[in-house]
């Protein structure tokens, strides 16, 4: 079964470029979990139309099931290159293997790395205050261990 749903699950996908897979499973009960995202974000339509390729094609008779089909949440850390391309220019709070935070503006991001950048206040080289200083770090994806979005509102 779990194969023919991938299929019908690559079928629906293949029909609307701008959505991704970011988790698929199927339990010992035939509980069928489907998690998407999209390059423009996730639609309840969305939702729907992959639900539909998928139930529509399997047979109840044949095997009872169960499907859901949800979009990742705003809460849910990044997990896939595609996502943190779709979320340039936003703030992300990123964890790395060595326990290190960082919380910055997501400026570019390939198939391997991204980077981050933000303002910080240091003290001055020479004489007494401090100055604002623009700041970056470039981390490979497989030394991130959490990265989350920042919700901020204005």
């Known amino acids: 079964m779990k194969e023919k749903v991938k299929k019908l699950l690559e079928q629906a996908l293949e029909e609307n470029k701008s959505l991704f897979l970011i988790d698929f499973s199927i ?10 995202d ?3 974000g996730v639609t309840v339509n969305d939702c729907i139309a992959i639900s539909r390729a998928i139930e529509h094609n399997l047979d109840r008779e044949e095997t009872d099931f169960s499907l859901d089909v949800a979009s990742s949440g705003v809460s849910e850390p990044l997990s896939i290159p595609r996502q943190y ?3 340039i220019g936003r703030k992300l709070k990123v964890k790395t293997q060595d326990q290190k935070t960082f919380e910055g503006t997501l400026s570019k991001a390939d198939d391997k790395k991204i980077e981050l950048q ?5 003290p001055k080289p020479i004489g007494k205050g401090k100055i604002t200083v623009q700041k970056e770090v470039v981390l490979d994806y497989k030394n991130i261990v959490e990265a989350k979005v920042m919700i901020t509102f204005n």
Not at 118 to 122: G, H, L, Q, V, Y
Request: net charge positive; charged share 40%; hydrophobic share 30%.
């Open 27 to 36: 339990s010992e009960s035939n509980q069928i979990k489907v998690v998407i």
């Open 38 to 40: 999209g390059d423009h």
């Open 85 to 87: 391309k779709k979320n």
């Open 118 to 122: 933000w303002k910080a206040r240091e």
